[in-house]
């Protein structure tokens, strides 16, 4: 792959009242997916939109669809993701007991399969699984709630994601999500992170397009 960061800008922040306007702005920008956050209010305290929501999503978006489930017993929903059309399914390795069966259930139903960690959860569990995976998506917060602050432990997990995914020859992404913003993003980027989620940052600025511009270019 080529050496820019991928940017998923997060729907959870967007505004919902005229979510059109703004995934067809995303349309426009330079970001490469599209973020979109499922919350139970079971696994995380919060919930956010379910597949009804999501389809509309869907319809609109031209950017590969980014599906991160916060959700117990994601296995479930293996066929309403794939039929949204997207791209990536994200599960928590905190809410998968079978998770290698999981992860040959996403991709055999055509997706690629993504295993999520919480910030507690070490990179060390994912020895086993790391070599059938097609992304690792390091929490850099609690997961729940868009807007919250970074935490700066997740530079030396990706440090040490990056040397298991060496060690193993595995070929999967390192995206990084929660508190992502241009102060953030840069610690990232030089600390090796392959796409950035982003909510508050970008849908909070004055200028959407421009913002994922900058976040692009933390790496050169
Ligand atoms: C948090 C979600 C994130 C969230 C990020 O539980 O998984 O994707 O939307 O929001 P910001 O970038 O505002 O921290
Ligand atoms: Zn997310």
């Not at 702005?25 to 139970?40: F, G, K, P, Q, T």
């Not at 379910?50 to 869907?58: D, I, R, T, W």
Request: net charge negative.
């Amino acid at each position: 792959m080529d050496n820019k960061l991928l940017i998923a800008p997060s729907m959870l922040s967007a505004n919902f009242g005229n979510m059109k306007a703004d995934i067809e702005c995303i349309n426009r920008s330079e970001a490469d997916w599209l973020h979109l956050d499922v919350m139970d209010g079971v696994f995380v305290p919060n919930i956010s939109f379910g597949f009804p929501v999501m389809k509309y999503m869907a319809q609109i978006s031209e950017k590969p669809l980014d599906v991160h489930l916060m959700i117990v017993q994601p296995e479930k929903f293996i066929r309403e993701v794939k039929d949204l059309g997207a791209m990536m399914m994200n599960v928590h390795y905190e809410a998968c007991t079978h998770l290698h069966r999981v992860v040959q259930q996403i991709k055999d139903a055509g997706m690629k399969a993504g295993v999520t960690l919480n910030p507690a959860t070490p990179v060390s569990l994912l020895a086993d699984i790391i070599g059938e995976v097609d992304m690792v998506l390091l929490m850099s917060v609690n997961p729940g709630f868009g807007g919250q602050k970074f935490i700066p432990h997740t530079l030396n997990k990706i440090k040490e994601l990056r040397q298991l995914i060496e060690q193993t020859g595995s070929s999967a992404l390192i995206e990084v999500d929660g508190g992502v913003n241009l102060e953030t993003g840069k610690l990232l980027a030089e600390a090796g992170a392959d796409v950035l989620v982003a909510g508050n940052a970008i849908f909070k600025a004055p200028d959407m397009a421009d913002m994922i511009h900058q976040l692009k270019c933390l790496k050169k």
